[in-house]
T-cell receptor, first 112, second 115 residues
């Protein structure tokens, strides 16, 4: 059974710092891995999708990497801003299935 | 382009009552999904519809039914609500591509409390 783990559960850093969020998964048979952002009381917004054949994806100040063989992904946020404060979720799409399996998220706080 | 819309935004039910959560997407997506989000449990798939006319169970289908009314709409029904169904419910949709490029887009959620 695929399990997705995100550590730490919460992270608080001062504005301007570069930071890394971690995601690990137990089964490497995945189609893709997706990073989402969730603001309090809101739905999920897709940030980046990495296909299983890719090593990384970039969007603005965000860079996501994927190491399928070791079951790890990282989300790098450069020059963090208070507006980046949110919960970040990673999810893997299992091969041969439509569903996503989610981690429990990292709650990120950027302090001005 | 509204994306994925859900109604209602909030609902309070008494144990044993029934209700239907509505979801619609305007992106011409083939696949639609219902998730629930609970503290400490993350998001879990309840049901999904890979294409119009098909529905399949996810991880936690007990106590729910779904209807793919047409390509745009996918509803979730609670026949006899229980306190364990207190949760935030999210609908999502995707193109339904077979390979690895399929991104899921989420609605704003329905916050349901069962007393």
């Amino acid at each position: 059974k695929q399990e997705v783990t995100q550590i730490p559960a919460a992270l608080s850093v001062p504005e301007g710092e570069n930071l890394v969020l971690n995601c690990s998964f137990t089964d490497s048979a995945i189609y893709n891995l997706q990073w989402f952002r969730q603001d309090p009381g809101k739905g999920l917004t897709s940030l980046l999708l990495i296909q299983s054949s890719q090593r990384e994806q970039t969007s603005g100040r965000l860079n996501a990497s994927l190491d399928k063989s070791s079951g790890r992904s990282t989300l790098y946020i450069a020059a963090s801003q208070p507006g980046d404060s949110a919960t970040y979720l990673c999810a893997v799409r299992i091969q041969g299935a439509q569903k996503l399996v989610f981690g429990q998220g990292t709650r990120l706080t950027i302090n001005p | 382009n509204a994306g994925v819309t859900q109604t209602p935004k909030f609902q309070v039910l008494k144990t044993g009552q029934s209700m239907t959560l509505q979801c619609a997407q305007d992106m011409n997506h083939n696949s639609m999904y219902w998730y629930r989000q609970d503290p400490g449990m993350g998001l879990r798939l309840i049901y999904y519809s890979a294409s119009e006319g098909t529905t399949d169970k996810g991880e936690v289908p007990n106590g729910y039914n779904v209807s793919r009314l047409n390509k745009r709409e996918f509803s979730l029904r609670l026949e006899s609500a229980a306190p364990s169904q207190t949760s935030v419910y999210f609908c999502a949709s995707s193109k339904g591509l077979a390979g690895g490029t399929d991104t899921q887009y989420f609605g704003p959620g329905t916050r349901l409390t069962v007393l």
